[in-house]
């Protein structure tokens, strides 16, 4: 008996030490990404906004983006995502490995339809289909990704996969173009 009491605060104390802030995700190539998402867009975040959903359970956000261009697939003028996460009030919710967004910031999103609401769309991949697009002291514009040290990505079987990096916005359009002529899924719009 003392020893069932023993394996079971021994038990306790290890889950205990598990990291309880990490969310998994599978890990995707920008290229999968593609062809997981109904389009690929460049543009400006103009409002986010935080609130309760309708049960009261967690703090949602919708983000409003004017598209500057579609990479891959077509898109409106105007996406509205909605994500897990968010501020109002004195509450905040963080949902490691969703995308966070900022009015003002300009981003590249891989986008797929929200299928329980009509006219909005979420971010395929999670944090993995959000770049934050930056221009570095030479002009350039860099897409730079957004996941982060909370967001534990796994690959399926003895697959490696790099972890997403910084690059010429540019030439990562251009390899997004490319993965979509492979794939034969979208009109492409230059």
Do not use: K
């Not at 986008?111 to 009509?118: E, F, G, H, V």
């Not at 490319?178 to 009109?187: G, I, K, L, V």
Request: hydrophobic content about 45%; glycine content about 6%; aromatic content about 8%.
């Amino acid at each position: 008996m003392y020893r069932n009491i023993a394996i079971a605060l021994v038990a306790s104390l290890v889950v205990a030490a598990l990291p309880c802030a990490a969310s998994t995700f599978l890990a995707r190539t920008p290229e999968e990404l593609v062809g997981e998402s109904s389009a690929v867009v460049t543009g400006t975040v103009v409002s986010v906004d935080s609130f309760w959903d309708e049960n009261h359970m967690i703090i949602v956000s919708e983000i409003v983006v004017e598209v500057e261009r579609s990479v891959v697939g077509d898109a409106p003028p105007y996406v509205t995502l909605r994500i897990a996460g968010g501020t109002v009030d004195d509450f905040t919710m963080v949902a490691h490995g969703f995308p966070t967004f900022q009015e003002g910031e300009r981003a590249l999103i891989f986008l797929t339809p929200d299928l329980r609401i009509a006219d909005r769309f979420q971010v395929a991949g999670y944090q993995q289909g959000h770049y934050r697009v930056v221009t570095n002291r030479l002009g350039e514009e860099i897409a730079v990704p957004t996941v982060d040290a909370g967001a534990n990505l796994v690959s399926v079987g003895q697959e490696s996969r790099q972890a997403p990096r910084a690059q010429r916005l540019v030439d990562f359009e251009r390899t997004l173009r490319d993965a979509a002529r492979q794939q034969q899924r979208f009109s492409l719009t230059q």
